[in-house]
């Protein structure tokens, strides 16, 4: 037996609202394994972004300050 036959197995045993959280689980577990593709609302923001004349980006030294007090902890 595979491990997610054993996985599967050990689901069906569970009651109903165990299964549903464990389902709601591994949907959140597959979703972050997303495919590379980019849905419609995040083309159209990417698009508008991109259109933007005068971006504005992060100073350098705030990006570094940022990660220096995640560095020192």
């Not at 009651?15 to 689980?25: G, Q, S, Y």
């Amino acid at each position: 037996m595979t491990i997610f036959e054993k996985f599967a197995a050990f689901a069906e045993t569970l009651p109903e609202d165990r299964r549903a959280v464990l389902a709601d689980l591994l949907s959140g577990i597959m979703a972050s394994e997303a495919d590379g593709e980019l849905n419609p609302e995040q083309l159209a923001e990417l698009g508008r972004r991109m259109a933007d004349p005068n971006p504005a980006y992060a100073d350098p030294a705030e990006v570094e300050a940022f990660f220096a007090r995640y560095r020192a902890a």
